[in-house]
């Protein structure tokens, strides 16, 4: 009587299907993107250098610049430079703290809640002639912990999650806007 073994050889595994069906699709040129952004006089691409960064906080530009980045190339805007072409430069011109909320503990008042507020100002400019400045602030809340380590840790969150917040608003002001 005759087996109906298979071997290996005998048809390709499913793994191999789906290495070749990602391979495809990676390697066409397609964009996960809400739709082609465009902005004025039809350009298609933007120049964001590194945002200045007026503050004592040391890496802020450097986040921004870069939340500012993904929040173009997810609108379908490309980020290249070009001589004469459009730049969208930013600065971060401050970032505040404030208690929000006060605790009295042991006969010592703590703060459980801080504010942080953050200031940018973004510079839309094509050659000398059109440049335009818009302002963005916003703020963001977390608790602070009870050791200096802990609350630096949501601090830094906090103030990562508000640039995020802020380079989303900025690029989809300057699209609508430009």
């Not at 010592?108 to 400019?125: G, I, P």
């Amino acid at each position: 009587m005759m087996g109906t073994h298979q071997t290996a050889g005998d048809k390709p595994a499913p793994y191999l299907l789906l290495l070749l069906a990602w391979v495809g699709v990676a390697g066409c040129g397609y964009r996960l993107v809400v739709g082609e952004g465009k902005l004025a006089d039809g350009a298609q691409a933007v120049c964001i250098p590194v945002a200045e960064n007026l503050t004592p906080e040391p890496a802020a530009g450097a986040w921004f610049s870069a939340a500012l980045r993904r929040s173009a190339s997810r609108a379908g805007v490309t980020v290249e430079c070009s001589a004469g072409g459009w730049q969208w430069s930013s600065r971060i011109v401050g970032i505040a703290e404030f208690p929000k909320g006060i605790s009295l503990s042991s006969g010592r008042f703590h703060t459980r809640e801080q504010e942080l507020t953050v200031r940018v100002e973004l510079v839309v400019a094509k050659g000398p002639e059109r440049r335009q400045v818009i302002p963005l602030e916003g703020q963001e809340s977390y608790l602070a912990a009870l050791d200096l380590r802990g609350s630096e840790t949501s601090r830094q969150i906090a103030l990562r999650r508000l640039i995020e917040r802020l380079a989303e608003d900025g690029a989809g002001r300057l699209i609508q806007v430009f």
